[in-house]
């Protein structure tokens, strides 16, 4: 599966903000999937991941309550609305396939494949 990110931007703090994946295949289902963030001078890290359905998902405790992850099967998307944005979440943000599909429980994925990563700045 090939993934495509897009959303990215400068922002306020407070602002909201959603980043949108999309996905080339008919696999797509068959993941779960996720977005991980990567601050300069930072290693990526986990921020969330949803299952097939949708209907379960997990978040990093940075992000729990003020993003959401959610998908469209239908349309090979994968989106993650995220709001009260605050300067720490400046980063560049990737979304990934796990071919584990333990994304969605906080188990460690097996990332498949990487989107190319979309900035999000966010200014004091």
């Known amino acids: 599966v090939q993934l495509q990110a897009s959303g990215g931007g400068l922002v306020q703090a407070g602002d909201s903000l959603r980043l949108s994946c999309a996905a080339s295949?008919?696999?797509?289902?068959?993941?779960?999937m996720g977005w991980f963030r990567q601050a300069p001078g930072k290693e990526r890290v986990f921020v969330a991941g949803v299952n097939w359905t949708g209907k379960s998902t997990y978040y990093a405790d940075s992000v729990k309550g003020r993003f959401t992850i959610s998908r469209d099967n239908a349309k090979n998307t994968v989106h993650l609305q995220m709001n009260s944005l605050r300067p720490e979440d400046t980063a560049v943000y990737y979304c990934?396939?796990?071919?584990?599909?333990?994304?969605?429980?906080?188990?460690?994925?097996?990332?498949?494949?990487w989107g190319q990563g979309t900035l999000v700045t966010v200014s004091s």
């Open positions: 295949g008919r696999t797509f289902s068959n993941y779960d």
């Open positions: 990934a396939a796990d071919r584990s599909n333990r994304m969605h429980s906080g188990g460690p994925p097996i990332i498949a494949s």
